[in-house]
Nanobody, 127 residues
Framework: QVQLVESGGGLVQAGGSLRLSCAAS????????MAWFRQAPGKEREFVAV????????YYAGSVKGRFTISRDNAKNTVYLQANSLKPEDTGFYYC????????????????????WGQGTQVTVSS
């Protein structure tokens, strides 16, 4: 399984931006569908965004659509999450997830479908 390490979290004021990165190692990165999930204190982990192996397809949670952008650089084995116009409700731990060669009909918004996870990076948005 691929190993994942997130970075780029921090404290930002509402309306600000952050760029999260997730570096992968130990696998052929281009074989993996990659996603970001987040978890706020006292809440369940929730889907944020997903990107296909080639980067040609992306999907977003309704709460972040238009503000967040997921991208990947297969040459650098890295996936990114550009988070703009941040809101206090975006606060939480952000996790990178990977699944190798997911089947047709893969339920990408279900965290249980992903086999590899990073340790997370904290994002705090102050009002």
């Amino acid at each position: 399984q691929v190993q994942l390490v997130e970075s780029g979290g921090g404290l930002v004021q509402a309306g600000g931006s952050l760029r999260l990165s997730c570096a992968a190692s130990g696998g052929t990165f281009s074989y993996y569908t990659m996603a970001w999930f987040r978890q706020a204190p006292g809440k369940e982990r929730e889907f944020v965004a997903v990107i296909s192996r080639s980067g040609s397809m992306t999907y977003y949670a309704g709460s972040v659509k238009g503000r967040f952008t997921i991208s990947r650089d297969n040459a650098k084995n890295t996936v990114y999450l550009q988070a703009n116009s941040l809101k206090p409700e975006d606060t939480g731990f952000y996790y990178c997830a990977a699944e190798r060669d997911p089947p047709t009909g893969f339920i990408y918004y279900d965290s249980g479908r992903f086999g590899s996870w990073g340790q997370g990076t904290q994002v705090t948005v102050s009002s």
